[in-house]
């Protein structure tokens, strides 16, 4: 419990969601919390209900990651404020499923500027402190679409394998340097991203007795801070048919190809 005592940790997309239980959990621990998403007025509301039930300090900034400009200048006032980052939760990100032929290059653009570019460069500004302080952990908040492609997930999909490529490049190059990386891998989880993701509403129908509650994701997550934890994935089931699909692709596509087709 009190590893994480007077830790300082940026979460990206805190306002909601897995970033928001992620926060509560860090906060019950002792840690020292920069909370930063698109919408302030529930990052202010987060600020309250943490410092007054906790004896922590809450910093709560807006910030679209898509933005390359405004996580230069946010992260440089949040650096300023904190003096250091112990634990950097790269959680913002978000998904539509389209057929292929379908998806909008709009919105196809905004999903890797988002999931991918956004943490790319939320990472680079704190590695350079991370690497001199020789201390610290990246969380990236994958999904086992990055391990498991299906139909209409191409573009959200795609975004988690580059985040996997990412930060299983990134956990190589700080090995020597003491500075922890791991990826989150989980299922579909009960949040909101399934209003903009899931807009036939036809894929939570067919998946909602298997969802993943975000306070257990959480709480997973929250375990393994500052511990060199490669992976966490979620269900452990779901993961074996990710080892699975490694294995045996030509099988696992054939076999699951109905089920996959529901979404």
């Known amino acids: 419990m009190s590893s994480l005592t007077g830790k300082n940790i940026i979460i990206t997309g805190a306002s909601g969601g897995i970033g928001a239980e992620i926060a509560r959990v860090s906060a019950h621990r002792g840690a020292n919390l920069v909370l930063l998403a698109r919408g302030i007025e529930k990052l202010e509301l987060m600020k309250k209900e943490l410092e007054s039930t906790h004896s922590v300090k809450v910093y709560v900034h807006q910030l679209d990651v898509s933005d390359p400009d405004a996580i230069r200048t946010v992260f440089t006032r949040v650096l300023g404020e904190l003096g250091h980052v112990d634990i950097l939760v790269n959680n913002a990100g978000f998904g539509i499923f389209d057929l292929a032929h379908e998806a909008k ?67 190589m190059e700080l090995a020597d340097d003491n500075v922890y990386v791991t990826s989150v891998n989980p299922g579909p989880i009960e949040t909101n991203f399934f209003n903009i993701a899931d807009k036939q509403g036809t894929y939570v129908k067919n998946v909602k007795a298997f969802m993943l509650k975000p306070d257990y994701v ?37 076999i699951g190809r109905k089920a996959f087709n529901k979404k």
């Open 218 to 254: 959480a709480k997973q997550v929250v375990d393994r801070m500052l511990t060199k934890t490669r992976e966490i994935n979620l269900p452990r089931w779901m993961n074996a048919g990710s080892v699975f699909y490694a294995l045996f692709p030509r099988a696992f596509e054939r």
């Open 105 to 171: 290059v709009e919105e196809i653009k905004s999903m890797f500027d988002v999931n991918v570019i956004g943490l790319m460069a939320c990472t680079s500004m704190v590695l350079p402190g991370m690497k001199e302080r020789r201390s610290g952990h990246i969380i990236n908040i994958a999904s086992q679409a990055g391990k498991i492609a299906t139909p209409k997930s191409s573009v959200y999909s795609a975004t988690k394998h580059a985040v996997l490529g990412y930060t299983n490049s990134l956990r």
